[in-house]
């Protein structure tokens, strides 16, 4: 349970494998806001974009927006930047159940961790490949540890549901403490969890550790850590923010993910006010660029004043410098250009040496003083050729400086642009199961897996409902949500997520039940798997339903894509494409989808929508198997 003091272990397990979920990922930008906090925008596919906030010692989630970071960044995140920028995100760890998380990020041949430590007073830790510290933002010396550059990091940690049975109940065997308090401390769930591990496993608390089933414990155990990292059902209630509801808990609100309730329990940073701000006007487009090449030009000004008074003074020195130019050619044929320049240090009185301000091999040059002005001449050329290199940078930046002038004179009025204020769809509970709305409203809702699919009949299931499911072995559970006149709508969509796309079929038979129909009870002898289920009584069947999907975006009440069966998609979605049984793999069909779509709008309507539309959110409507994209 996330409290405002902070995350547990369980949380963070919840976190990780959230973050995990999303990858591929590249580091962007990283800010740090105050002394203890800490942002990574993270880039994924298809130009997505995340936030990830780190408050050392308290928190970590994705969050919907930044605050203000301060105008001149802290040194450590410019070190951070150094390393990290533009760098793979390989994969999101959790030191065994603790509350320490690693970002593993590989950059040109090396790989780099950026270590969380989420407990205590927290700590941000990067790390070489072989977990050398290069740099913490805090050094700390312990009895036991040092986190100090050049000491290797101990990212290792113990997690009681991973250890095999004979040592799990061998932990506990050992234990002198009653199971919850083994559970709470030993293996760090904390007193919430440990009394949920007990409660699934029907073991009291208070009993010994040492005598309790601990094959039970460890099956509730290994199905709460399941849950957490899989099955999450995030929520606020009085006492904290949950990514599983524990038994007796009083749900406040309910979220699609876990960062979002993170981010709606916690208070929200404060940034760095910027004190200009307000004072700023905003330039349009046009302007900026206009006063970008205002700059250039004044620096091409510069550089011409510069080049012309170089050549004044090296007219105005002709005769010494053509005398250091012939002597140095002599000496560099039978001396090293080091040699050279210990002899010119060491007739560092001479006027003709005194002249010379520094050396510079790889260039055959030396720098020299000349009436306040250094001048750099190459020794293996004449004075006419020194004297031409400078003539040539002059006449370069004289025709940079035109080419500007000539550029602002050009420019084209910019075309005021109308900014579209769309509103985004908010995430709902069932967004991460399979789901479409009915041409006449009724929600319906389909597992994507087995695991989906014993969710959706034991939690999501009720009276007034319908099941239904393809008459073939895998495929979605499909539940309407009440009384449709479009049940077609729903037994299509109950075809076209099943095995029979997968095969390529193009219909299939699809029958009907009520809830009270539907059982995991075996019959004597029999066996229910996982995700399976038994329908007792009369069902109702619809015969050779038409396998087809269609992907669309909606722009209004709010902005989103949509899938599942075409009648119920078309109507509101302002473009769309339909998908039938095909080749193209899932992930391939999802970025033809996109793709078309995009091709449909026009290039303002895209700008507005790229956080919208992208291969995740299509991805989520393409049946399993192989598709194509009917042609209309």
Known sequence: MATLQGMSGVDLRALVAEAADRLSLWIGKIYQFDAKTLGIRLNGEDRAKYLLLVEMGRRAHFTAEFPTPPKNPPSYAMLLRKHLDGGKVLSIRQLGLERTMSIDIGKRDTTYHLIFELFDEGNTILCNEEYTIIKPLWHHRFKTREIIPGVVYPFEGTDCSALPPVEFQKMLA?????????????????????????????????????????????????????????????????????????????????????????????????????????????????????????????????????????????????????????????????????????????????????????????????ELGLEEERVKVCVHETMEQNLGRYYDLIKKFKKKKTGALAAMERMVPEKPRHKQNLALLKKRWYHRFRWFTTTDGTLVIGGRDASQNEELVKKYMEGGDLFVHADVHGGSVVIVKGATGHLDEAVQFAASYSNAWKAGHFTADVYAARPDQVSKTPESGEYVARGAFIVRGERQYFKNVPLGVAIGLAMAPEVAVIGGPPGAVTGRAKVWLELRPGQFEPNDTAKKVVRGLRDKLSEDEWKGLKNALNTETVAAFVPPGGSDIVEP
Not at 218 to 230: H, Y
Not at 272 to 278: G, S
Request: glycine share 6%; hydrophobic share 40%.
């Open 174 to 366: 050992e234990s002198d403490r009653d199971i919850v308090r083994t559970l709470a401390v030993g293996c760090m769930l904390g007193g919430a969890y440990a009394e949920e591990v007990c409660r699934m496993a029907g073991v009291d608390k208070g009993a010994a550790a040492a005598e309790v089933d601990a094959e039970a414990i460890r099956a509730a155990f290994e199905s709460l850590m399941a849950d957490v990292g899989r099955r999450r059902e995030p929520v606020i209630t009085p006492s904290g923010c949950w990514p599983v509801v524990l038994a007796g808990e009083e749900v406040r609100e309910r979220f699609a993910t876990f960062s979002e309730a993170l981010d709606a329990f916690y208070p929200k940073v404060t940034g760095q006010k910027e004190e200009t701000a307000a004072e700023k006007p905003r330039l349009s487009q046009a302007e900026v660029i206009r006063r970008r090449q205002a700059e250039a030009i004044k620096g091409f000004e510069k550089k011409i004043e510069r080049y012309e008074r170089v050549v004044e003074v090296l007219y105005e020195n002709y005769t010494p410098v053509a005398g250091i130019l012939t002597t140095l050619d002599e000496a560099s044929k039978s001396r090293s250009w080091q040699e050279i320049e210990q002899i010119l240090k060491s007739n560092g009185e001479n006027p003709t040496a005194k002249m010379v301000r520094a050396v510079h091999p790889a260039e055959a040059a030396v």
